[in-house]
């Protein structure tokens, strides 16, 4: 998905002046973002934020639905660069049809995760089908590192099995690893992204990676992480240094989540619009080449709307500060 604010934020993140205490939940707050047009359908973004930019090497969340395509048009992004990150589509109803300049044509199905690297360069569309009624899903990104950054495009599909874990959760692990099940698909820096759902009135305690960061993105309402309540949309952040992860559901309804981690990144990244880089003069560089529409890009076959090469925003006249985080305490236990 693209970030197709008119006037992407280019400003220094400026942290809170203390991180939050060892076994804190940080609870970040959605902000509604429109994706474009007069019935523009409208995403809810918890990362990045002056709060707080990265999860691990997560850098992008947006949360939508479940939306009446009768209503919001439905999701008609085109063709639109993207570099230094992975896209991770993830849909819990509807379907999004996916076109690359790798070549690849895909849909996205709910529980079936599409996964793209664009680092040197990467362009795709994202069309919501005829047959969709009511879309509902996750659009997230993960930074590359450094020495990754400028990877080839690549392309990969995983239906992972969803799996019944004690305690009344179903768990669906797309990327990285949690409870035994393992994800295939291949990720530049340590990921866990896993879509949970917990039985109603149900309280579980998992065991998870103590050297990562993790987020939990509330789909639904009811849910409470390590004793504290998330209203529908929001991101809980947790810190280092947890070995286990206590989730509640406290409504008489099933409750959703997609829990996010990853060792923290320590690198500093830039970025802006739909680029992510290091610097402000490499966000120019390929912000020129798109808008010159280089090589780099490529282009993408296939897609049936008016605008065949989305325009980028103009970047401001102050140079683009990199984004980072507030420092991070260590739980000890």
């Not at 300049?101 to 199905?109: D, N, T």
């Not at 669906?172 to 109603?200: D, H, R, Y």
């Not at 993790?214 to 810190?239: F, I, K, M, Q």
Request: proline share 9%; glycine share 10%; net charge negative.
């Amino acid at each position: 998905m693209s970030n197709v604010e008119t006037r992407p934020q280019e400003e220094t993140l400026c942290p809170p002046e203390t991180a939050p205490e060892p076994g804190e939940v940080e609870v970040l707050e959605p902000r509604d973002v429109p994706l474009g047009g007069p019935r523009a359908m409208t995403v809810r973004r918890t990362l990045p934020q002056r709060q707080r930019s990265l999860i691990g090497a997560w850098c992008f969340t947006d949360h939508y639905g479940p939306n009446d395509v009768s209503t919001t048009g439905g999701m008609d992004v085109p063709p639109h660069p993207h570099t230094g990150l992975q896209t991770v589509s993830w849909l819990f109803t509807g379907e999004v049809e996916h076109r690359d300049s790798l070549g690849s044509h895909a849909m996205v199905r709910p529980g079936e995760l599409n996964l793209m690297t664009g680092g040197h360069g990467i362009a795709h569309s994202e069309v919501s089908t005829p047959e969709t009624t009511t879309l509902h899903g996750v659009q997230l990104w993960v930074a590359l590192p450094d020495e990754h950054r400028n990877a080839p495009k690549a392309f990969q599909h995983h239906v992972p099995t969803p799996v019944e874990l004690s305690g009344g959760v179903t768990a669906s692990v797309f990327l990285g690893s949690l409870a035994g099940q393992a994800s295939p698909v291949q990720t530049f820096t340590p990921v866990l992204g896993a879509e949970l759902t917990l039985t109603p009135g149900t309280t579980v305690t998992l065991d998870v990676d103590a050297t990562f960061e993790h987020g939990v993105l509330a789909d639904t309402e009811g849910l409470s992480v390590a004793g504290t309540g998330l209203a529908r949309g929001s991101l809980a952040y947790l810190a280092t240094g947890r070995s286990t992860l206590a989730l509640t559901n406290d409504s008489g309804e099933p409750a959703r989540a997609i829990l996010l981690g990853g060792p923290p990144f320590e690198e500093e990244i830039v970025m802006w619009w739909n680029f992510v880089g290091r610097s402000h003069d490499e966000i120019v560089a390929a912000r020129d080449a798109w808008m010159a529409r280089d090589d780099r890009f490529g282009e993408v076959q296939g897609y049936a709307g008016a605008v065949q090469h989305l325009p980028a925003p103009v970047i401001p006249g102050v140079r683009i500060k990199p984004r980072t985080n507030p420092s991070r305490p260590h739980r000890d236990s």
